[in-house]
T-cell receptor, first 114, second 108 residues
Framework: NAGVTQTPKFQVLKTGQSMTLQCAQDMNHEYMSWYRQDPGMGLRLIHY???????DQGEVPNGYNVSRSTTEDFPLRLLSAAPSQTSVYFC?????????????FGDGTRLSIL | RKEVEQDPGPFNVPEGATVAFNCTYSNSASQSFFWYRQDCRKEPKLLMSVYSSGNEDGRFTAQLNRASQYISLLIRDSKLSDSATYLC?????????FGAGTRLFVKA
């Protein structure tokens, strides 16, 4: 019963490097999203997807790209890492478009940019 | 104004106490509301959904007041294990908005 799986759990990058945070879910959820959480702050929505081939921006999309080629996977790409992107990143999913369903979270990726 | 506002706390209460958190939201069209619990450096986990008529799950009671646009969470007979951050969540359409959370410390 995997749920939402994120990899890696920890990562340290140098400024300017690029990388992809992986997220996969096995619940056949159509809706997936990426959040970042900074110390003492709430979750801020980066990007979300309502189904394969469909993505949209959230509250803080700059510096990040996403794609959704399959229902299961929703990777988040950092194009050129900056220290301001040091954060904990959470991926979440829920059932089709129905906001009455709560989101299920992965256990996060802790990212440090030096 | 933030879309979802919570008192950040911290709330420091003794074991056995009753504690209540409130949360206000700005989008009157929001359809769904939830309370999540987040332990230090862990992912948020659903505590309970919030229904218009109010709902209870053991020691936890959630209330929704659409007229005043706030939701509440009441925890009775607090346990040490209830120490965590409680996140208020509103959802409508395709966006889910999280509050910054209220920290609770339950002490022996």
């Amino acid at each position: 019963n995997a749920g939402v799986t994120q990899t890696p759990k920890f990562q340290v990058l140098k400024t300017g490097q690029s990388m992809t945070l992986q997220c996969a879910q096995d619940m056949n959820h159509e809706y997936m999203s990426w959040y970042r959480q900074d110390p003492g702050m709430g979750l801020r929505l980066i990007h979300y997807s309502v189904g394969a081939g469909i993505t949209d921006q959230g509250e803080v999309p700059n510096g990040y790209n996403v794609s959704r080629s399959t229902t299961e996977d929703f990777p988040l790409r950092l194009l050129s890492a900056a220290p301001s992107q040091t954060s904990v990143y959470f991926c979440a999913s829920r059932g089709t478009g129905d906001s009455n369903q709560p989101q299920h979270f992965g256990d996060g990726t802790r990212l440090s940019i030096l | 104004r933030k879309e979802v506002e919570q008192d950040p706390g911290p709330f420091n209460v003794p074991e056995g106490a009753t504690v209540a958190f409130n949360c206000t939201y700005s989008n009157s069209a929001s359809q769904s509301f939830f309370w999540y619990r987040q332990d230090c450096r862990k992912e948020p986990k659903l505590l309970m959904s919030v229904y218009s008529s109010g709902n209870e799950d053991g020691r936890f009671t959630a209330q929704l007041n659409r007229a005043s646009q706030y939701i509440s969470l009441l925890i009775r007979d607090s346990k040490l294990s209830d120490s965590a951050t409680y996140l208020c969540v509103e959802a409508g359409g395709f966006k889910t908005i999280f509050g910054a959370g209220t920290r609770l410390f339950v002490k022996a």
